[in-house]
């Protein structure tokens, strides 16, 4: 071999160790990064003597990718439905809590009791009148609560379409900058990082697949097939609704769904963009907080019923006002629709500015009755807790008590509670058991400092090459 031979072989040494070393101290302070894949200098022999840089390898393992990317998806639905399901177990109490319903429902019938004893006391009355308007209110407080978590998801995915839109066009960026790089022979891995990092951000809100196009380039798809990125990025509409009332949804055109291009998109558990957190708070304003909210109107509707015409009280005619109302008005069955957020104690009965005789007397009684007679309060007590089949098809036809039916709805609360976070923890457990091999598939910072090490000894190697050709070229100078 030549001196100038020997010399280039070095140099070309040299530079592909410096490179090694950049790559490997990449990869050490980045071991941490989300999204950071690790990276490896590809070398070869050249044809014309010394060491060939052919590229940078960017090492991921699709397959476990993909799935991690599929746990996050189902964990982030998970999480959004338990954190839905704990603020309504919250929101409705436990039976013993005295302001939960239950424990509105408890009060009332007690005080009914108490009266009965001593009907004669308008103190007593007045409690009656008391613990049923706090009923009623309770029953407002919860409607309400209810329409305030559809808000709130309602609110949560025009946040939600937003980041998509910004993210999927992000991708759609980078494709075209990682497609200019590997056409110019540039490394492109810090590129790829960050489209990694954008489609994670995707892949959260709605489960998706990707496929590797020409030059670098990805494709993203939902996992019912829908295009998200293949080429330019598709735009996702949606429009927020600033107040919902229980009789606004989708189905009547009084809230929003997804569009693409202009296509209405499917946002039931079946639609092209269900299984993440968009999926979810799709699940909880049309679905699981309708559902609440339908079988709360049932019970107001039983209440309601219960006390009005044909019940307790024989002095309340067929259309007239009952002890309780609809915003003042009577109940009719067609707007069963939110009754629980509208019901409200008759005025008749009220401690401000009623007379509470009239629950012992009869709501519509000309003059009061016998102090003494307990019978009307008896009965109104004996018709609240007479099992019998509820007339809102949103309940189970089963006979109940009103006691029953609200003890049915709060378990019916509980056990959904106790359902996503079942699903919650089995989700997690599968996302960390993938992100854990994602991370075995990372940077091994123990593995870099032993390369880092041979990397030097045969920078050493090269150098020691590069003083020996001096030396040589000195010597013969000298002669």
């Not at 056409?183 to 959260?204: H, T």
């Not at 099992?387 to 189970?396: F, G, V, W």
């Amino acid at each position: 071999m030549s001196l100038s031979g020997a010399l280039s072989n070095a140099l070309s040494g040299l530079t592909a160790n410096a490179r090694s070393a950049s790559i490997v101290s990449s990869n050490i302070s980045n071991a941490l990064t989300p999204g950071y894949a690790r990276r490896a200098l590809e070398t070869s022999s050249s044809a014309m003597g010394g060491v060939q840089i052919d590229g940078i390898t960017r090492f991921v393992n699709p397959v476990i990718l993909s799935d991690r990317r599929l746990s996050d998806a189902e964990t982030g639905r998970g999480q959004e439905l338990q954190s839905f399901a704990k603020r309504m177990e919250l929101m409705v109490g436990g039976t013993t809590e005295s302001g939960s319903l239950s424990g509105r429902m408890s009060a009332l019938e007690n005080a009914l009791i108490t009266a009965a004893s001593n009907p004669s006391s308008t103190q007593r009355l007045d409690t009656v009148s008391r613990a049923a308007d706090d009923l009623a209110k309770t029953f407002n407080s919860l409607s309400e609560g209810i329409q305030t978590a559809r808000q709130d998801a309602d609110r949560a995915i025009g946040f939600q379409v937003e980041s998509l839109n910004q993210n999927l066009a992000q991708i759609e960026t980078l494709n075209i900058r990682i497609k200019k790089a590997e056409l110019l022979g540039r490394d492109a891995s810090s590129l790829m990082d960050e489209r990694q990092k954008a489609i994670d951000v995707v892949a959260k809100a709605v489960p998706v697949r990707s496929i590797q196009r020409d030059d670098g380039q990805i494709a993203l798809f939902t996992m019912a097939g829908q295009a998200l990125v293949d080429g330019p990025a598709v735009k996702i509409e949606y429009s927020s609704t600033t107040i919902i009332m229980p009789h606004m949804t989708q189905a009547s055109g009084l809230l929003s769904g997804l569009k693409i291009d202009g296509k209405a998109l499917d946002t039931s558990e079946k639609g092209p963009l269900s299984g993440g957190t968009l999926g979810a708070q799709f699940q909880i304003r049309d679905q699981e907080a309708v559902a609440f909210q339908a079988q709360l109107d049932g019970i107001a509707r039983d209440v309601i019923e219960r006390l009005g015409a044909g019940g307790a009280d024989s002095t309340i005619a067929v259309g007239a006002k009952g002890i309780y109302l609809d915003e003042g008005f009577p109940f009719t069955a067609a707007d069963e629709i939110g009754i629980s957020g509208r019901i409200n104690l008759n005025p008749a009965v009220s401690v401000n500015g009623g007379e509470t005789w009239r629950l012992r007397d009869g709501l519509y009684a000309a003059t009061t009755g016998e102090v003494g007679d307990a019978s009307l309060l008896n009965t109104i007590y004996q018709t609240l807790n007479t099992a019998k089949l509820p007339t809102s098809a949103n309940l189970a036809p089963t006979a109940r008590s009103v006691s029953g039916l609200v003890s049915e709805w709060a378990s019916g609360v509980g056990a959904f509670r106790v359902r996503s976070d079942s699903q919650l923890s089995y989700a997690q457990a599968q996302n960390v058991a993938l992100s854990e091999l994602e991370l075995a598939e990372g940077v091994d910072s123990d593995q870099e400092l032993q390369f880092l090490m041979l990397l030097e000894q045969s920078y050493q190697a090269n150098a020691k090459v590069m003083t020996t050709v001096d030396q040589m070229l000195q010597s013969i100078l000298n002669i």
